[in-house]
Nanobody, 126 residues
Framework: QVQLVESGGRLVQAGGSLRLSCALS????????MGWFRQAPGKEREFVAA????????YYAGSVKGRFTISRDNAKNTVYLQMNSLKPEDTAVYYC???????????????????WGQGTQVTVSS
């Protein structure tokens, strides 16, 4: 059984930084493409960033490009989301997701992901 556990979310002031982590257990991490999504109150879940199995291909949503960095450490079974220059509109529950079938490309569509974490709250105060 694959489990994803996010951590690192908290309250931060605008302009600050956070690093989210997501640890995968139950299967070989190196066989999954990984992604981050977020959902703000009253809004639909939206794509944030994705990384291929090798880490060689990455894709970002336009709203976070240049501020957020996704990375993975296959030896630690963990994917990260470094978030800099945070804005109040980044406030959301952040979810990581794992896709077992798309090895060579970053996965943008939420329906392609097979496993999801429980989410971690990020709140950015103005």
């Amino acid at each position: 059984q694959v489990q994803l556990v996010e951590s690192g979310g908290r309250l931060v002031q605008a302009g600050g930084s956070l690093r989210l982590s997501c640890a995968l257990s139950g299967r070989t991490f190196g066989s999954f493409a990984m992604g981050w999504f977020r959902q703000a109150p009253g809004k639909e879940r939206e794509f944030v960033a994705a990384i291929s199995v090798s880490g060689g291909r990455i894709y970002y949503a336009g709203s976070v490009k240049g501020r957020f960095t996704i990375s993975r450490d296959n030896a630690k079974n963990t994917v990260y989301l470094q978030m800099n220059s945070l804005k109040p509109e980044d406030t959301a529950v952040y979810y990581c997701a794992a896709d077992r079938t798309s090895a060579t490309r970053p996965v943008v569509a939420s329906y392609e992901y097979d496993y999801w974490g429980q989410g971690t709250q990020v709140t950015v105060s103005s």
